[in-house]
């Protein structure tokens, strides 16, 4: 069985990821959750050191999956880790679509190394980090998201930034609807 790389941002890690990886080490001999280590288009809330103890204390209880930062192409982490296969999770069109174009450029980059998606369960298909982040900001319920040391985390996060965590958290789809067209 060969070795997986999971890759992704993870900023940070929800119940959504953690069912990907749970799987994905059902599936594999050994499977590596890799973080991007600086997003090139995504201004993140926690810092990489933070987004990689957060997600070993997420999958502490699956003994075949290690955590590590990485920064370059995903194909090099894959081969620097002995990687045969790249794991990604599906929720729409939208996300098929992004990994479409990504595995045909990374077959080009490394024709060795296939891509793998496991689709959603479906009450994860409407989670995503930045849904999260949102709901966290705003002082939702967040306990079906994710895991009570995350919620802690963004509790402490969110109480640091105060009033302004719009740089971190920048869309705004769950206030003021009501709002809209009323001005
Ligand atoms: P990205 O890697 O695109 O920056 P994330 O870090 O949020 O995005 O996600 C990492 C991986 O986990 C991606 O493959 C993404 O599709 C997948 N994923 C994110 N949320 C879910 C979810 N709710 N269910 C299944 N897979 C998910």
Known sequence: MPIALYPGTFDPVHYGHIDIATRAAALFQRVVVAIYDSPANKRVLFST??????????ISHLPNVTVISYNGLTVHCARAVGAAVVVRGLRTLADYEFEFQVAMTNQKL?????????????????????????VAGLGGDISQMTPPHVQEALRRRFQELGETPSRQVPKARLRDQRAIGRE
Do not use: G, H, N
């Not at 496991?118 to 980090?129: D, Q």
């Open 49 to 58: 050191e933070e987004r990689v103890e957060l997600m070993r204390r997420a």
């Open 110 to 134: 490394a024709p060795e190394i296939d891509l793998i998606t496991l689709i959603t369960r479906s009450e994860y298909a409407y989670l995503s980090a930045s849904i999260l982040k949102e």
